[in-house]
């Protein structure tokens, strides 16, 4: 596809030679919009090798222009490197976003310039619900629907009253929202709740002090990145596990850096889109697949990265060449992966896909390994007020 200055250049060209086409070269200029510094730097460095290694593998990395811009996680700063993306660049699509709060600042820029972007994290979920935009398609998941199961689920075990912790924002917020709608619909009680600071603490001792007075059965939190670091070691080094379990949004104890976690991490149990022991034909390929070419275990963040890379490949294989086509094929692709069956919700943007809830556990050989403990098939988003299937 031709990026769209190279289709003003094609088409200049085509004045004077006839039949010229592709004479600016047939590239798809690609935004990659994702947090290389900041909180969760490795979240967004773990999407780009996921991204790329999708095209490599397929042999088409040369098909694409990838211009990366920083995020951090400021979404001031996410709307105006998304605006130099769009204006300047001028690219084809976005790819990335990690922070709920980015995603929220970009969706008007996006919808109203009518530039695809493709979510490959943010769970923002007013994005694919009541905020919904033919320009968002989201390949990740949704802070709600990672959640979902996991008040009854917490219930079923027989917790009858749970503490929550998340960081104060977008995510945190609506992670701890769903859990708490779903623990009390079960019939549970919270016993207290607090929002930490976002990205400007990581001593968490006071909030952990809190929970144990308020004597909860177990404590559910969401943290990610080297928040998420630093909460699972201090909970574990201030005598928590033992006795009050931790459970969470599972980016808490995401392969990524649960070997900096160590044995703090073992025994926590929490639910996902995706952990690297699928036992499926699709997922051991990849697994060995990224091991050989990246020598470690792919974690959620870098199936995002690899599952945007094949929507779009597939979109652009089904014919889409310009912004417009892509934001309209995109959505229509489905396929099984290493995260099992995928697909786009045709009434809202947001992906349908399998929840896992898993322990995390030792490999007997020194280190540690995710044990999936139930499978819910297939978690599908209600629209949300999002009205693009009307
Ligand atoms: C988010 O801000 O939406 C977010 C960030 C990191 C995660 C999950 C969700 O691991």
């Known amino acids: 596809m031709q990026s769209i200055h190279g289709k003003v250049l094609a088409a200049v060209a085509a004045v004077t030679i006839v039949g ?10 690609v935004g990659v919009l994702l947090p290389y510094s900041g909180v969760f730097a490795a979240l967004g460095q773990e ?3 996921g991204f790329v290694f999708a095209l490599e593998e397929a042999g088409r990395l040369d098909e694409f222009t990838l211009i990366r811009e920083d995020t951090e996680v400021r979404p001031p700063e996410g709307l105006a490197k998304a605006r130099k993306l769009v204006l300047q660049d001028e690219v084809d699509l976005i790819m990335g976003i990690v922070s709920s709060g980015v995603l929220a600042a970009l969706r008007d820029f996006v919808t109203d310039s009518e530039v695809p972007l493709l979510v490959a994290n943010a769970g923002e979920d007013s994005s694919t619900g009541e905020n919904c935009s033919p320009y968002v398609i989201r390949v990740s998941f949704s802070n709600s629907q990672v959640n979902r199961p996991m008040g009854q689920w917490l219930y079923d075990q027989g917790y009858r009253r749970v503490y929550t912790l998340a960081p104060d924002y977008a995510a945190g917020q609506q992670m701890i929202a769903t859990f708490r709608a779903g623990f009390e619909a079960a019939g549970g009680e919270i016993a207290g709740s607090e929002f930490t600071p976002f990205g400007r603490t990581q001593d968490y001792g006071p909030y952990i002090t809190n929970a144990r007075a308020a004597e909860p059965d177990a404590v559910f939190v969401f943290y990610a990145g080297s928040e998420a670091i630093a909460f699972v070691r201090q909970y574990d080094s ?3 596990k033992e006795d009050i379990p931790l459970f969470g949004s599972g980016f808490l104890t995401s392969p990524l850096y649960v070997d900096a976690q160590g044995e703090a991490a073992i025994g926590v149990v929490a639910s996902l889109h995706y952990v690297p022991t699928i036992d499926t034909p699709e997922n051991n390929a990849f697994v060995e697949a990224f091991r050989a070419r990246f020598d470690r275990t792919p974690s959620e963040y870098a199936v995002q990265g690899y ?14 060449d310009d912004r417009a086509s892509l934001a309209r094929e995109m959505p229509r692709v489905s396929y099984t992966g290493p995260r099992g069956p995928l697909e786009i919700d045709p009434l809202t943007n947001n992906i349908i896909q399998n929840i896992y809830v898993y322990d995390t556990v030792s ?3 020194g280190g540690l390994t995710q044990e999936v403990l139930d499978v819910i098939e ?3 988003d209600e629209p949300m007020g999002c009205t693009l299937g009307q």
């Not at 010229?20 to 200029?29: I, L």
């Open 363 to 365: 490999d007997g050989a």
């Open 307 to 320: 599952d945007a890379g094949q929507v779009l490949m597939r979109a652009l294989d089904a014919g889409a």
């Open 47 to 49: 999407i780009d090798d």
């Open 20 to 29: 010229g086409v592709g004479a600016a070269g047939a590239q798809t200029k």
């Open 378 to 380: 297939r978690v599908q």
């Open 238 to 240: 201030f005598g928590m």
